[in-house]
């Protein structure tokens, strides 16, 4: 038998989708799961995308340009400026899902050993379309304690080497929520205009901003146009993740041209994904406005609630629909698995990410997990519940130990 | 600014979309261009594959399992058992489209420096996936004068090195049209038997064979049932190009795993594109015969009219929509480019892919055009009147040159 490619081998296994088959063993049980481990929102798509797929009146379901349809990428270019972001229709290649975004800014931008910075907790997938791309993640650790906000610059600097080629950010986060201020995206800005870097930007969740502090656009850092490479998707503002529509944005002539024959080479992103996301921009503002209330609510009911568990600690997510808190667990690989394999409350219970799946460094999250808030408040109740009866009885847990040595004194 | 990658630099632009400019020039002027350049069928989409579309009855577009919907591929299991193609469903991943499955292969099997062997001409893209995963293509030409059909087991063998790690074929062939025999199948097996290689086989025209002669798929082959990922496509069959829905088929776990490394971090293939792809399975048989008969027609009027223009030479293609023709001039990628540019026939001119996009070998096909038979039989009459008027004037015509000289004798 031929052997497989190295590449594959050290490709990491999704850290959301590993305890898949733990899941499906509890449900096979009977006990049910409730999912805070993904990113796919329990909300509803809006009625104009539905509508607009239903209303296709084409006989034939043709390849659509490799860039994508003209009228949704100038629909797009009207989106952007709502957030004074200012690109071209010739600056937006539609992709098929903001990992194609992702997967295609890197082939074109970095070879085999060049090197990008990432600051940690980060969408795990970042590496895994690195290693695609040949090109290796150097990665700082963002704290907890410090609400995941930047790392110092300094930091960074010490990373930098003749091979870095860029840094890449996600804001609003996924995993952490944190939203990056004016003076944290002015040292971002400051650090690639030094180093003349690729600034790659995943700002899928611009729409959920909730704490009245701006949101602040790669596109809106001066002097550095031509290094920026956004990456987007109506996956999460719209709710149609399986649509499978992104766009990578940049103004720089070149990566264009190199994007361009990826997508040539892929040939079309999907029609019908297309209609629907071009659709979706004419979203009543009431629908959007129900969505970020919804998550508004959420956020607050969650973190309120995983702060009172005991030994519990989330910062507050400034965006996005996560939040990475910390457990006083041994290790949350093994407490996630366990409440899967070995747990239930009242014949439920709850699956989280392990936040080490989003870290490239070793030994890093090994306390903490990503939760997703992508159910109502009434099963965010039930999943709090049940969480802090785990907490007191999984044996890796810290407050079992605590009440547990308490008695015995 | 900083660089942009060398893989980008030296992925080949599309050999059928570079004259796109050029077509969109002569139809700023007015002249109607006819599309023998692309794969794109004209012929309707399976009613039911639209009835699906529009009967989605979902409020919430979610992903769908990274490896596809399971009826979809439960189904897919069945239609492959008409063809004599013993798959299970867990040996069937669904990609977005057939270039995925390449690329998801090309990535799972294949390391940088790593070589495989393409009979060529050969579909463009090949080369370009090939060229993501860091590997090289050695290949081999197919000669016009022999019908295209495989290349002596002589000439494979003079390429294989210790990095030689498969052998890419299309049967039936895109862009020649050519049927793969049970004899070359054979000779195809055992050389992969031989060197223990990969036989990476794109079977998406398998609907489409008109000689009577059989359909070999590479699973047909005994002995190399763990060598083979076998790449396929709803696209061409169902005409529904754009939903982008392909699979990858393996009864390798090891390259399973890998390939479902990639499947997950891109997380899902197109959810509605799989909803109409699963309906398009339950096509109307008089559907898919209705459109056979069309091409069958099509095929026949086409290269009898292409061979009966002057100097022109097409072999008799077996399968797919396409055909490799032999015109009489000094370069078909300057022919082509005229024909947009400088010439018109009663306000009309033709569009065709010149072949040397279809050979990574140098100086392969410069007399050769792919022509894809995706008109109807009335717009076919007209193209090859255009052709045959064109190359009476065409500075570069050898037809013309001939003609110019008697005169002139």
């Known amino acids: 038998m031929p052997t497989v490619s190295d590449r594959g081998k050290i490709m990491p296994d999704s850290?959301?989708?590993?305890?898949?088959?733990?899941?499906?063993?509890?449900?096979?049980?009977?006990?049910?799961?409730y999912h805070l481990n993904i990113g796919q929102p329990d909300l509803p798509t809006p009625p104009e995308a539905l509508a607009a797929i239903k209303n296709i009146d084409r006989t034939i379901l043709e390849y659509t340009p490799s860039e994508g349809i003209l009228s949704f990428r100038k629909k797009l270019v009207k989106y952007y400026q709502k957030f004074d972001i200012d690109v071209s229709v010739e600056d937006i290649i539609i992709t098929s899902g903001g990992s194609e975004a992702v997967t295609f800014a890197f082939m074109s931008c970095l070879d085999p050993g060049d090197e990008i910075i990432v600051p940690e907790p980060a969408y795990a997938?970042?590496?895994?379309?690195?290693?695609?791309?040949?090109?290796?993640?150097?990665?700082?650790?963002?704290?907890?304690?410090?609400?995941?906000?930047?790392?110092?610059?300094?930091?960074?600097?010490?990373?930098?080497?003749?091979?870095?080629k860029g840094i890449m950010?996600?804001?609003?986060?996924?995993?952490?929520?944190?939203?990056?201020?004016?003076?944290?995206?002015n040292k971002i800005r400051d650090l690639v205009k030094k180093?003349?870097?690729?600034?790659?930007?995943?700002?899928?969740?611009?729409?959920?901003?909730?704490?009245?502090?701006?949101?602040?656009?790669?596109?809106?850092?001066?002097?550095?146009?031509?290094?920026v490479v956004l990456v987007d998707s109506v996956s999460k503002r719209y709710s149609e993740c399986g649509l499978r529509i992104g766009a990578l944005i940049t103004k720089n002539e070149a990566v264009k041209k190199n994007v361009m024959k990826f997508c040539q080479a892929r040939l079309s992103p999907p029609l019908i994904g297309q209609?629907?996301?071009?659709?979706?921009?004419?979203?009543?503002?009431?629908?959007?406005?129900?969505?970020y209330n919804e998550y508004v609510n959420r956020r607050k009911f969650l973190?309120?609630?995983?702060?009172?568990?005991?030994?519990?600690?989330?910062?507050?997510?400034?965006?996005?629909?996560?939040?990475?808190?910390?457990?006083?667990?041994?290790?949350?690989?093994k407490f996630c698995a366990w409440l899967?394999?070995?747990?239930?409350?009242?014949?439920?219970?709850?699956?989280?990410?392990?936040?080490?799946g989003f870290y490239t460094a070793a030994n890093q999250g090994i306390d903490e997990v990503r939760i997703a808030y992508v159910l109502n408040?009434?099963?965010?109740?039930?999943?709090?519940?049940?969480?802090?009866?785990?907490?007191?009885?999984?044996?890796?847990?810290?407050?079992?130990q605590k009440a547990f040595s308490k008695e015995n004194n």
């Not at 209609?275 to 969505?291: F, G, T, V, W």
């Not at 899967?340 to 080490?356: H, I, K, R």
């Not at 408040?377 to 079992?400: F, H, Q």
Request: net charge negative; charged share 25%.
């Open 15 to 33: 850290p959301i989708r590993k305890l898949g088959p733990l899941a499906e063993k509890a449900k096979a049980k009977g006990i049910k799961v």
């Open 125 to 164: 997938n970042y590496e895994a379309f690195a290693i695609v791309a040949g090109a290796e993640i150097k990665s700082i650790a963002a704290k907890i304690e410090e609400g995941f906000s930047l790392p110092p610059v300094e930091e960074f600097e010490k990373l930098i080497t003749p091979k870095t």
């Open 169 to 185: 950010i996600c804001n609003p986060n996924n995993p952490t929520g944190y939203l990056y201020t004016r003076e944290e995206m």
């Open 195 to 227: 180093y003349d870097l690729y600034l790659f930007s995943d700002e899928v969740y611009r729409e959920f901003c909730y704490t009245g502090a701006p949101y602040i656009s790669a596109f809106h850092l001066e002097g550095i146009e031509q290094n």
């Open 275 to 291: 209609i629907a996301a071009e659709a979706s921009l004419d979203a009543d503002p009431d629908y959007m406005l129900n969505n």
């Open 303 to 333: 973190i309120d609630g995983l702060n009172r568990i005991d030994g519990v600690y989330s910062p507050i997510p400034m965006g996005a629909f996560y939040t990475v808190a910390r457990l006083p667990v041994d290790n949350s690989d």
């Open 340 to 356: 899967l394999s070995d747990f239930e409350y009242e014949g439920q219970t709850v699956m989280m990410a392990p936040a080490s």
């Open 377 to 400: 408040k009434k099963d965010l109740a039930v999943c709090l519940k049940i969480l802090e009866e785990a907490l007191k009885v999984y044996p890796g847990s810290k407050v079992r």
